[in-house]
């Protein structure tokens, strides 16, 4: 069972207490989009081994989204953030950064 | 014969005498014996039967390993199948039964199959039961039904109670073994909590029986002592009785506590489940025996070597006179000593080495007991108990060289370090040949949150076989968790261990190494399963190579005792056929929990009203008292109705459907979801959550609304009533207001968190009565406070004010079609409210109604319910709902996908009402037939029905549907599907059945 800091909180959460909510950073396409954009933002999800960006919500404490950066091979935690941005902070792409040197995920490096 | 001796038995207390039942028979053992040993002291070698085969089988081991001895504990609200006899306690009215046979233990029909086992080879149900198919269903499977399963379901509800309970620390330790009461000492030195548990009533493992001497110290007396100094610490918590079951990602851990399952009665939880949160575990889980395959090795009286001096050493209990040990290791001849010790004979040593081994041999063979070097046991003879031995040369095919009487064979094939929790997460093996056996491989930990490792191993279940190197090791990994988890390190001297030295063993995979097809189809390696030495050959040959298929094809590892004597000698069985190393076949999966755990402690307390708390309005209880027949509704109790005297509910829903009509009906709508969404981008918000366009209604107004989700498809529906500038109250479907609450949350978070906006549930703030029916304005102006009138209060308008002196906000909303107030109180006025309501309308002819009522009198009138006209592949436009969503807007959640040419296509089913040409009630859920069939040979359809019911009203069964192209095909008869009988016409025509210009609700 995952343990994870909410960053609102500022304390660990069980998984048992916080929800899912899949892929991070994603754009929302809506009317004017075309079908492949369309397709691809609401189908479209990457799945990789390693480093991963994901959307939870602490379900059962605050009811704030946030986001996790971590690995989905060896479920390690490189850090959590705000959902309020558009790309991860700097710090968190350190600390992947001196855990996983090259790493990449969509246009983020 | 086995038996209770006068000397040893370190465990029991001879001044307790217990008496227990087994099959029905009467038997005593006493304080402190497991069940297995209670067994046999009263001479029960036979404790079950296999099941495959149905094979007469003893107990062969003395712990959570053992394979054979499984029974059913317990009598009716207490009773538990599979039970291991080696783990169970005995106590005082313990009822036992043996399982798996028919008629009795001592003679069962079922062993037939032991003499077809020719016929019966690995993959046997595969091969046999494919053809002809038609068996399959009238033949095969329920002869498979019958003989399938162990013990027996419990059929009476368990009487027991069971609790979780959560505990944090920094370390956990698990195994209660001398390494583990190191590892703990060691851990708890630098400061930080530690919890020691250990599975069994006693600790100290196997030391104590071994003859181990620490610091000078009998290991036993060493064992009290530091338990006693560990029990001294405010940081440590120490449980007995509480297996270590389970290790999950990021430092969770599970321990089961069986607290009263040996004092059953007494008050207490049956089992507790431990839900531990900690920084680092140090699994000290020692190992297990391995079992030697030779023919014969699963007749009762064949034990492990361990075994035998444990039933001897612990408990006081001969498993016979005369026993013949066979081993490949040095370990072994302890037990020889042992038995030596005890007055019992040993005949003969049987050791496949033919160098033999070191001190302990020499020890054994200074007794005068006689050693056979480089031999192996080529059979056992005997049927339910060993009569002898056949001893034959290990280097050969298994001819006999001379025959040896006993009754006990004890068989050691060396140890198999415990990795099971150090696996359940992650942490990987390596194979060490000198020791012949599979240990975690440090520089492969599982991996905690911070990407270190989390989990450390001491002592034999490290591959420590000696117990100097266990101590030691036990006591640097404690160091070391310590430390990882914040602890401060000092400096503290190591105990010194002592025990006789030990010359390597030589792995033994089969015995003879030769061995003659005819004696590997009786050298067992799974025993519960009755999987054979012949059966993985098979597998290997017919090409399952991996060893996880070669598991299933063959079921070896997959009993209730999962492999923990099996697996290792199956796959190293496997790599010899496959002429691949051990370490290239690898072992199967480990997966907690480490044994059963029982179903009961994992739901814990939930259970009964405990299972999920219940939702009650403020008037529940007067419903309860005025005869509601209760629904659950998301997680709420609504009444369903309120029965009056002997009337039936349908006789109840039909009154309460009239009365409201024709008179007065209230309705508990406090369920209903009540959201505010509050600030200067609030409209601009709704415009997006809804489809229909909520910033330009006027305060003072409601207007109904859908919500879809991006996908386009509809999610709830309810009426927004604006309050102010910049307050809206949307109202939810009463399942549905977290959900919503949770999807506005999440858009308003992850989307357009720079909107400012406010959203709040009140939904349990406010209590909501729906007064419906023609009389319902008179009530209210009898009533006072408030102008309700047409003029003032008009249809979709909204306004606050106060009801017979009770602050409230009416809605002139209806979801029945009459006039209807739906008004809002302060929960803490709502049963106050209601009451006064119920009396002031007897005049009115006042009745409360509930749910199903109110479902038929929205039916009547066409609006679709969430959950009946939907299912998540519906969209607006399917429902006739074109018209609430909005032309002007540009965007909203769902836009984009209801443009998908799939969604803006009228080619799809669509919303109809349905009337059956007899005027009977179609099935909810039937299908509407249409020609033809397609590739699965089902036939083709064209619609189903969503809601149906008998109409009061009307007189006859009305029901909606959808309908391929429906609104387009008015007045046409289509075919319905009737389970049981031939299918139902009926006409599709509007949906709205009552009042179609609405004319009632607008007066």
């Known amino acids: ?109 | 014969m086995s038996t209770r001796l006068a000397s040893h038995g370190r465990l029991i207390n001879r001044a307790r005498a217990l008496s227990f039942t087994f099959n029905g028979k009467v038997m005593s053992g006493f304080e402190g014996d497991s069940l297995a040993a209670s067994l046999l002291a009263n001479d029960q070698m036979l404790m079950g039967r296999s099941f495959k085969y149905h094979r007469p089988r003893g107990v062969l081991a003395s712990g959570g390993e053992e394979p054979n001895a499984l029974i059913n504990l317990g009598v009716e609200s207490g009773f538990e199948p599979n039970a291991r006899a080696t783990t169970t306690e005995t106590f005082s009215g313990l009822t036992a039964a043996s399982q798996n046979h028919f008629p009795s233990l001592e003679f069962d029909v079922g062993a037939i199959n032991s003499k077809l086992s020719r016929f019966l080879p690995a993959g046997f149900y595969y091969k046999m039961f494919i053809h002809p198919r038609s068996f399959w269903k009238h033949i095969y499977e329920p002869i498979i039904r019958h003989s399938a399963g162990l013990g027996k379901a419990p059929k009476a509800r368990d009487q027991d109670s069971y609790e979780h309970y959560y505990h944090h620390c920094e370390v956990m330790v698990v195994g209660g073994g001398i390494a583990g009461l190191q590892a703990a000492q060691s851990a708890a030195a630098t400061g930080v909590r530690v919890l020691l548990v250990e599975q069994t009533a006693h600790w100290g493992g196997r030391a104590p029986v071994d003859g181990v001497t620490i610091d000078g110290l009998a290991a036993e007396d060493w064992v009290a002592q530091t338990l006693a100094e560990l029990a001294a610490c405010d940081n440590v918590v120490i449980r007995n009785r509480t297996q270590g079951s389970g290790v999950y990602d990021h430092g969770y851990a599970l321990a089961y506590e069986r607290i009263a399952d040996h004092t059953p009665g007494d008050g207490r939880p049956r089992h507790r489940l431990w839900r531990v949160r900690c920084k680092q575990i140090v699994t000290a889980t020692g190992a297990i025996e391995r079992p030697l395959s030779f023919a014969g090795n699963d007749i009762p009286g064949v034990m492990l070597a361990s075994a035998v001096r444990d039933y001897v050493v612990n408990f006081a209990v001969s498993p016979g006179d005369r026993t013949v040990v066979v081993t490949n290791n040095d370990d072994a001849y302890r037990t020889a000593l042992c038995l030596l010790e005890a007055g019992l004979e040993v005949p003969l040593i049987v050791d496949a080495r033919p160098e033999g081994g070191g001190a302990l041999m020499e020890a054994v063979q200074a007794s005068g007991i006689r050693v056979a070097l480089g031999r192996g046991i080529a059979k056992v003879k005997g049927g339910k108990r060993v009569t002898g031995v056949q001893i034959c040369a290990q280097a050969g095919e298994g001819s006999v060289l001379e025959e040896v009487a006993c009754d006990v064979v004890a068989m050691s094939g060396g140890w198999s370090p415990v990795v099971h929790l150090w696996s359940h997460c992650g942490g990987k093996l390596i194979w060490d040949a000198d020791q012949a056996m599979f240990r975690p491989d440090p520089d492969q930990p599982p991996l905690g949150a911070d990407g270190a490792g989390f989990v450390k191993v001491a002592g034999l279940a490290n591959g420590h076989l000696r117990s100097a190197p266990v101590l030691e090791d036990a006591a640097e990994q404690g160091r070391a968790v310590g430390r990882a988890a914040g602890g401060k390190v000092q400096k503290a001297a190591v105990p010194a261990a002592m025990d006789a030295e030990e010359v390597a063993l030589s792995p033994v995979w089969l015995m003879p190494q030769g061995a003659s097809y005819a004696l590997r189809s009786k050298a067992w390696l799974d025993f519960q399963n009755d999987v054979k030495v012949s059966d993985v050959q098979l597998a290997a040959q017919e090409g399952f190579e991996s060893v996880e298929h070669a598991k299933r094809y063959t079921t070896l590892g997959m009993a209730t005792d999962q492999g923990k004597l099996s697996n290792i000698n199956g796959l190293a069985i496997l790599s010899k056929s496959l002429n691949a190393p051990i370490p290239d076949v690898g072992t199967t999966t480990f997966r907690p929990p480490y044994t059963p755990i029982s179903m009961a402690s994992l739901a814990g307390e939930a259970r009964g009203e405990l299972f999920q708390p219940v939702r009650k309005t403020p008037m529940h209880a007067w419903h309860d008292s005025h005869g509601a027949d209760w629904e659950p509704v998301g997680g709420w109790r609504r009444p369903y109705a309120y029965l009056r005297g002997s009337e039936t509910v349908a006789q109840a829903v039909e009154r309460e459907v009239i009365n409201t009509r024709e008179k007065l009906g209230f309705l508990d709508a406090s369920t209903l979801g009540k959201i505010i969404v509050k600030g200067p981008d609030a409209g601009k918000f709704l415009d997006m959550m809804y489809t229909n366009m909520m910033s330009n209604l006027q305060p003072g107004r409601c207007r109904y609304g859908l919500m879809c989700s991006e996908n386009g498809f509809l999610s709830d529906d309810g009426v927004v009533a604006r309050i102010d500038e910049q307050t809206w109250l949307c109202h939810t479907t009463s399942g549905g207001a977290d959900r919503i609450h949770a999807h506005m949350e999440e858009w308003l978070q992850t989307e357009w968190w720079d909107w400012k906006v406010w959203v709040v549930n009140v939904t349990e703030q406010l209590a909501q009565v729906a007064v419906v029916g023609p009389n319902a304005r008179k009530l209210l102006e009898k009533l006072g406070g408030m102008d309700v009138s047409a003029e003032r209060l008009p249809f979709m308008a909204w306004a606050d004010g106060t009801i017979a002196g009770i602050d409230c906000r009416a809605y002139r909303i209806s979801f029945s079609g009459e006039l209807s107030y739906e008004i809002a109180v302060p929960a803490n006025q709502g049963l106050v409210f209601w009451e006064m309501l119920m009396e002031a309308g007897a005049e009115f002819g006042a009745m409360p109604y509930g749910t199903e009522c109110l479902h038929i009198l929205r039916a009547e009138k066409g609006f679709i319910m969430i959950g009946d006209e939907t299912d998540g592949t519906v969209i607006p436009q399917d429902l006739g709902l074109s018209w609430a969503i909005s032309k002007k807007k540009d965007d909203f959640l769902g836009k984009r996908a209801q443009q998908r040419s799939f969604m803006d296509n009228p080619d799809r089913w669509q919303l109809v009402g349905l009337e059956t040409l007899d005027g009977s009630v179609l099935e909810d859920g039937a299908y509407a037939i249409a020609e033809g069939s397609n590739a699965n040979g089902q036939g083709n359809t064209q619609g189903r029905v969503t809601s149906t019911y008998y109409s009061p009203t009307l007189g006859k069964g009305i029901a909606m549907g959808l309908v391929h192209n429906g609104p387009e095909r008015m007045g046409e008869v289509i075919y319905f599907t009737k389970i049981g009988t031939n299918p139902v016409q009926a006409k599709i025509v509007s949906p709205v059945f009552y009042d179609p210009e609405g004319e009632k609700a607008n007066v």
């Open chain 1, 1 to 109: 069972m995952l343990i994870l800091n909410c960053p609102y909180c500022g304390c660990y959460k069980d998984e048992t207490e916080l929800s899912a909510g899949g892929e991070a950073h994603l754009k929302r396409f809506g009317p004017g989009a075309s079908d492949a954009e369309f397709e691809g933002y609401l189908f479209g999800r990457v799945n990789p081994k390693g480093v991963h960006f994901e959307r939870w919500r602490c379900a059962s404490g605050c009811g704030k989204w946030f986001h996790a950066a971590r690995c989905t091979a060896t479920l390690e935690v490189f850090g959590t953030y705000k959902a309020q941005t558009l790309k991860p902070p700097q710090a968190i792409k350190d600390a992947i950064s001196a855990k996983r040197p090259g790493w990449t995920w969509r246009d983020f490096s």
